[in-house]
């Protein structure tokens, strides 16, 4: 073992040194902040991801720097664990630490107090310019490789391969779908999107949109997974290429989020969100499982956040169990690892399914005792394999999509029509401290500031099918608001009422009391 190699350490980061003004937090995406503040955070991430490596016996760490669903100047950067999932939690704060040590003296000291490490010097290999769910691919494929778990080659083509193979195999002999339009939101999406379509051949039609990739303040503007599901409108530039019946989709900056949608016959715009990709999936999967003769030894589950709307819940609910986690990936990740068929969708689109290894190992030595046992056993099988199991991957769950829609010869409408959603409302509340709201009850509860929950409760009550609650934005300084009820305009009105009781509740600029329905 190398000892820690302090001078090295001391003359980078006297380089990159932090300023005095800003903090940084590690939270539930990383650490995001604008672009050109993050330079001392990169130096330090790269500390942090040897010693995460180190730790764990030199393992393959990802380091992902990306704007994710936020438009420039924004940007971020996340680490990756070993087995591609989201750093683990306890050591967030690691980074935080590391992050904002004031001086180079204090980050070497903490850089020495982080588990005692003697040893740094690790080695690199530059990913290139790809998605985050191929990030995540390649740690996995990386830590994987030579054993029985191997999880692909460890390359952007070994993914586009191990995806788009997996996929003609599961459409095969299904009449093709009509043209999907993707919207890349002039993000990465648009550079693997387009190795995709010339893999896949004639086996999906796709028609790449927003692909300006090196057009600055284009990420993510007006287009992209995050502006479809927050303004539940058509990005500004489909309005010409989207033909009513047709369906698309919007991927967010970093393709790690997946929203579809359809024009009705007279135009009007429907979504189709994460909620009901995990509806479509979930309905899916429990389908195949039947049909190849796991009933009973392979059980699906569905897990959400307090944003899965009301409609999707009573659904899913009636059906499979489901379970409410608290916001964020790692969260939702967790607990669908609880089922053999853990299937996750954040509302915003960002979700997957993971095949627990005694699931996996169920597919491969099941006895199948008919032909079409056997056919939707292959299909499972496929399926295990078209996803990416790492994390919540635009591209990949899009081939989930088009499959099911392919098997089921479904368009966006009849897709739509599993289930009715609640018509909802999202508002952000800007508070001089976000800190004073803490929630309970996967955040469907505050337990501070005391007292509100009471007030919200009795408002609540007031609206048919009403639903509200209160949390504390982790990526961003303001408290959210969601809230839902049977009509449109009671949805609305509900928002903004919670949403000016959480103003009064701390004070503020009266000026700046939410107010568009008051
Ligand atoms: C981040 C999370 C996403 C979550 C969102 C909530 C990851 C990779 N991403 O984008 O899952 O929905 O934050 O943001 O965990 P909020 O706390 O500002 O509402
Ligand atoms: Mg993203």
Known sequence: MTSLPVEAIRSLAEQHPKPSSVQFQYGTAGFRTLGNALDPVMFRVGILAALRSKKLDGKTIGVMVTASHNPEPDNGVKLVDPRGEMLEASWETHATNLANAPTTNALIEAVEALHGFKALGAEARNAGVTTTPVLHYLVRAINTKGTKGSYGEDTEEGYLEKLSSSFKKLVAGKPALPSLVIDCANGVGAVVGEKLAHQLGNSLSMILTNTAIDTLGALNNACGADFVKTQQKLPPSLASVLKPGQRACSLDGDADRLM????????????????KIATLVAAFIVELTKSAGL??????????????????TKYLSERLPVKCVPTGVKHLHHAAEHYDIGVYFEANGHGT??????????????????????????????????????????????????????????????WDSLYVDLPNRLVKVVVADRGAFKTEDAERRLISPPGLQAKLDELVRRYEGGR???????????????????????????????????????????????????
């Open 295 to 312: 009933e009973g030894k392979v059980q699906v589950g569905i897990v959400q956040t307090a944003y899965a709307n009301g409609g999707s």
């Open 353 to 414: 399914v993971l095949f627990s290894p005694e699931t996996l190992e169920t597919l491969s030595t099941h006895q199948p005792s008919t032909p079409a046992q056997s056919t939707a056993l292959n299909h499972l099988v496929n399926l295990t394999n078209v996803i990416n199991q790492t994390v919540g991957d635009a591209l990949s769950d899009m081939l989930l999509v088009e499959t099911i829609l392919a098997h089921k010869s479904y368009s966006g409408l009849e």
């Open 468 to 518: 509200s609650f209160v949390r504390p934005s982790g990526t961003e300084d303001v408290v959210r608001v969601y809230a839902e009820a049977i009509a449109r305009s009671q949805a609305d009105e509900l928002a903004f009422r919670v949403a000016g009781l959480v103003y009064d509740e701390v004070g503020g600029d009266p000026a700046k009391r939410p107010s568009e329905f008051m």
């Open 260 to 275: 579809y949608y359809y024009l009705d016959d007279q135009g009007h715009f429907h979504m189709l969100d994460g909620d």
